[in-house]
T-cell receptor, first 116, second 117 residues
Framework: GAVVSQHPSRVICKSGTSVKIECRSL??????MFWYRQFPKQSLMLMAT?????????EQGVEKDKFLINHASLTLSTLTVTSAHPEDSSFYIC????????????FGEGSRLTVL | AQTVTQSQPEMSVQEAETVTLSCTYD???????LFWYKQPPSRQMILVIR??????QNATENRFSVNFQKAAKSFSLKISDSQLGDAAMYFC??????????????FGEGTQLTVNP
């Protein structure tokens, strides 16, 4: 299957700083990428849909000014958590689908963010 | 809009036995996909099996098979000859079939499967 790489896998930062997480599709072009958030022992919650060359579409309740998403190329989407606070600590997972659409998404390894 | 419900937060099975995980869904889409994903302790999401809603035949992948009941909107996963490596959180998910490039998945709450030796 297609490979999606996410970096960093773990990051610890101080409250008030910003953190960037990268999501790359290594062997295919992804015009659309998705960012999920997962709390311990809970399901994945879709945060936003990242579209190459256009603005991201955020789910209801997700602060777009806090979670900045950029999809500058067909193989890279970034999620920046701005002015991070302890409540932003979570596991963030990106995913991407290829063309043609088979419905399947390919997932990155996830990034665990801890805000002190 | 799509919703997915998994009513079993935890399940356990003896090694080599068979276990069935339940999933129900609701969707307004006429064309959609259904999935079972596995998330082991590494947290990497792994596709277990996939079903296109327009196909009546139940999908199978080696020891994994589904029972897709479209009218009842039910999509259960059967794991045969369970192995210790099957222990993980299992998520049922759905996505609309009309999107051209990648589909937004809606996940159920998950079922934590324990395999006892």
């Amino acid at each position: 299957g297609a490979v999606v790489s996410q970096h960093p896998s773990r990051v610890i930062c101080k409250s008030g700083t910003s953190v960037k997480i990268e999501c790359r599709s290594l062997d295919f072009q992804a015009t659309t990428m998705f960012w999920y958030r997962q709390f311990p022992k809970q399901s994945l919650m879709l945060m936003a849909t990242s579209n190459e060359g256009s603005k991201a579409t955020y789910e209801q309740g997700v602060e777009k000014d806090k979670f900045l998403i950029n999809h500058a190329s067909l193989t890279l989407s970034t999620l920046t958590v701005t002015s991070a606070h302890p409540e932003d600590s979570s596991f963030y997972i990106c995913s991407a689908g290829g063309r043609p659409n088979t419905g399947e998404l390919f997932f990155g390894e996830g990034s665990r963010l801890t805000v002190l | 809009a799509q919703t997915v419900t998994q009513s079993q937060p935890e399940m356990s099975v003896q090694e080599a036995e068979t276990v069935t995980l339940s999933c129900t869904y609701d969707t307004s889409e006429s064309d959609y996909y259904l999935f079972w994903y596995k998330q082991p302790p590494s947290r990497q999401m792994i596709l277990v099996i996939r079903q296109e809603a327009y196909k009546q035949q139940n999908a199978t992948e080696n020891r994994f098979s589904v029972n897709f009941q479209k009218a009842a909107k039910s999509f259960s996963l059967k794991i045969s000859d369970s192995q210790l490596g099957d222990a993980a959180m299992y998520f049922c998910a759905s996505s609309p079939g009309w999107e051209t490039s990648g589909s937004r998945l809606t996940f159920g709450e998950g079922t934590q499967l324990t395999v006892n030796p």
